[in-house]
């Protein structure tokens, strides 16, 4: 007979069906105990998971190239595909093989995507993971995105490519859905996945099934890129999930300016979240304010940070909690220990909604909520005696909100043992009196166990075979060994089975007849507890709505509490906050540098900026003083107080900043092969462009990627632009001390600078910030510290003197620089003169420092010598 084809068996041409569905993904299709992969999926997991590639039909040329894996270790292997940016669709066996007439039934249960992933494991818990969409018209942009695991959707609209790309670094989406090639360019390292956009007239339609509302209701009614962005994202979504429901509570519409915005520059620099070198979140703002105890408070905390509020009265609420809980050390100890037990209510009500849980989840989600009554009573009664808790932890007490879920959690009680397995398919989970059938058959097997063990007792006293054991197997069940040594007082009545090198094996018709009926009792029993598990899971997923929204209310407890505990710790005190224009911060530390040095060595600064009179401070002193430090310390205080937290310092009033920008020299963009200097002016090119009068702008070393006659005069013109146009709150470091002459040519120019003392020929650096600019660089002092040859540094001191005493003979560029500030200088016919044709022929941006001061000493020369 001849062989068919081996692609087109009907195995194969099942297998072939499915996957044309999912050109772009991983098929892991079930076959018994294996993910099979075929064809080019093979060829590539085989790669990528380090997996034999071998050949369903071994042999022949035309076989099908094939590679598998253990279905119980496929987690891991999927996590690792999806963290490399593939897709992966798991396609299951849905019928019993055993009960198949033919072909096994199999579909698709789930699609896991980098941004769609359910897997504890792979999924950080205080991180959420989004996949997000972006719809486009000209220069306007709909933002949308989604996190599977817990149901939070958000949608925006946004103007202009860079605040894109902001906007992008803050919500960190895993996935984006976008063909836009220039928005690829600008916000490169994500994965960008094929996908189908929603038709237009299929977006409200889109939106309604799954949020139970219309456009207008969601607030999307004059959004429309918002709208698309977000129909598109959840039909990816959706489409990842055919058997459950995603878990959607509501949509988030948001205007970037109802919250502080901080541009991609602002983020980094700022460490928000993450480091600047080595992306690390130890180190960073949030290593520092983060010691929340649940997930979903870690995954809130991140969002405050990210999204600083404008709104006075909104901010002074979240102040009122923390200060609530600073007040009262008990109480925050005590819910810090509540929340410790509390697990992640919105992924676990997300794995429910999305058929992806487990006993184990439903046995932690049971023993979650019946922690929170006790969370609940300790603030009512905490507010009793006050005159009410703040609105932010008063929000967890509500009836309405907790008693259905309390109930929930008693059904959940009686129905489960203490400590649930992870498999539901082993069954084992449900709690003895839960279910008359679970019980009659759980003692059926059990039984029938008890009596294996008597009739192995019962039967080596009637042979008086003392070794004689029953034992088990899957080929004849249950079975009698008798070793080598006795097989001469085997009685009549056992049937031989098979010879093994000990001894030899028997059946009875009592064993069989036993087996017969423990095993009945264990597919009856195993039946009927995934039937509950089923029930249990449905009923949970009737609460998903109301145990996403308990669970936010809860991690809003976990984040005041927090922030209560840092400022308890590091010695916080609250801001003041208002729309004035002040910002006013008196003994001020920075938050994560203060940890870093010894303790009581962090030197607090005070720093006054006002729009009104102290716009802006030009910051002066010799590298490694602390400018940036001090500059940082100011925006990061300014931003603790804005999302709510207290700050560390001895006194804050925050005149609230709409936005902040920074611009800090050491953050190179290499990696998008720009030049330093060309990015450094682009991102000072968009705060100049985005900053308004509200704005705290942070420039540290503005100009420094060119050569020193263009960096001077850029960063004059900046900061002019900053005081005449602008108006917004200026911190400006620099080691151009010509800078220094505009605090006299504008009104509002102060100057500050890090002091340091020479003490025997050596510089103490003394941390503090005090007035009036900085009168030399010490760079070479610097220099001297950092370990550069003694002959290089008294050379470089001697050619310093010669400069300076050149420069003290050229009248100085400060001057003329003060005289250009105040008025154009008029045209005038340059005197011919050696020393004017000499200096003309020099190009100052083709020279190397060295040969630049070389070309001076000639000059000081030449001048000398006339
Ligand atoms: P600059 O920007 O002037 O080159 P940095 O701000 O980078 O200097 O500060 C250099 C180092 O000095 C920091 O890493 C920190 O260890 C230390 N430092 C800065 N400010 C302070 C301070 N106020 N108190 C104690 N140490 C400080």
Known sequence: MARSKPSETPLMRQYLQIKEAYPDAILFFRLGDFYEMFFEDAVLAANKLDLTLTSRDKGRDDGVPMAGVPHHAA????????????KVVLCEQTEDPKKAKGL???????VITPGIVLDDEVLDPKVGRYVAAIARAGDRFGLAYLDASTGEFCATEIVGLDALAGELARVDPREIL???????ARHPGCVYSPFTPVDDDAVAAELERALSDDLRGLGLADRPLAAQAAATALAYARDTQPAGALPLARLHVYEPADTVVLDEAAVANLELCATLIGGKKDGSLLGVLDCTRTAPGGRLLRRWLLYPLTDIAHIRRRHDAVEFLVERASLRDALRRDLGHVADLERLAGRVSLHAATPRDLGLLRDSLERLPQLVARIRSASDRALGAPDLLAAVDDDALLAPLAELA?????????????????GGFIRDGYC????????LATGGKDAILAIEARERERTGIPSLKVKYNKVFGYYIEVTRAHLDKVPGDYVRKQTVATGERYVTEELAGLEAKIVAAQDTLLAREQELFAALCERVRAHTAALVEAGRRVATVDVCAALAEVAHTGGYVRPEVDDGDVIDIVDGRHPVVERTVPAGQFVPNDC????????IL??????????STFMR?????????????FVPARSARIGIVDRIFTRVGAADNLARGESTFMVEMRETAAILAGATRRSLVVLDEVGRGTSTFDGVSIAWAVTEYLHDAIGARTLFATHYHELCALAQARPRVRNVSVAVREHAGEIVFLRRVVEGGANRSYGIDVARLAGLPRPVVSRARQILGELEGARSLGAGAQLDLFAAAQAPPPPAEPPVDPLRERLAALDPNAMTPVEALVALAELVALARSA
């Not at 987690?75 to 593939?86: Q, V």
């Not at 096994?104 to 789930?110: A, D, H, L, Q, S």
């Not at 203490?418 to 498999?423: N, Q």
């Not at 030009?618 to 400018?627: I, L």
């Open 633 to 645: 310390q100011v925006a990061q205080i300014v931003l603790l107080a804005q999302i709510g937290s």
């Open 104 to 110: 096994v039934k199999r579909e698709v249960v789930r």
């Open 608 to 615: 006054r900026l006002d729009t009104a009179t102290d716009q």
């Open 410 to 426: 008693t059904e959940l009680g009686r129905a489960l043992v203490d400590r649930p397995p992870a498999r539901a398919s082993d």
């Open 618 to 627: 030009v910051v002066t002193g010799p590298n490694m003083a602390g400018k």
């Open 436 to 443: 008359a059938v679970v019980d009659e058959n759980r003692r």
């Open 75 to 86: 987690r891991g292997y999927i996590a690792k595909l999806t963290e490399l940016g593939h």
């Open 178 to 184: 976008c063909e836009d090639p220039e928005v690829r």
